[in-house]
Nanobody
Framework: QVQLVESGGGLVQAGGSLRLSCVASGSIFSINTMGWYRQAPGKQRELVAVITSGRGTNYADSVKGRFTISRDNAKNTVYLQMNSLKPEDTAVYYC???????????????WGQGTQVTVSS
């Protein structure tokens, strides 16, 4: 079994910062791409940022220059540093990872349970 557990969400004023963390645990052989998605009320889930195993990154246009994704492979952890937060960043943020599991040596995509980020104006 593999689990992704997010932390770091909360309530912050516009212009503030938050740092999200997501730890993968379980029968993990290796982790390929890791990423963050978000879903606001009444909207579809959207990509925020992704990072490859080689630390290549890609960001949604709406967060470029404000958010930074990083990872610590030794800790099976991905981070999302969010600066200059805006009310429109309010959403549930989900961690996603493509993980090669030990028993089958096959890659599967896993999701965390989500963490709420609320930005007040």
């Amino acid at each position: 079994q593999v689990q992704l557990v997010e932390s770091g969400g909360g309530l912050v004023q516009a212009g503030g910062s938050l740092r999200l963390s997501c730890v993968a645990s379980g029968s993990i052989f290796s982790i390929n791409t890791m990423g963050w998605y978000r879903q606001a009320p009444g909207k579809q889930r959207e990509l925020v940022a992704v990072i490859t195993s080689g630390r290549g990154t890609n960001y949604a246009d709406s967060v470029k220059g404000r958010f930074t994704i990083s990872r610590d492979n030794a800790k099976n952890t991905v981070y999302l540093q969010m600066n200059s937060l805006k009310p429109e960043d309010t959403a549930v943020y989900y961690c996603n990872a493509e993980i090669v599991v030990l028993d089958s040596m096959r890659a599967y995509r896993y999701w965390g349970q989500g963490t709420q980020v609320t930005v007040s104006s």
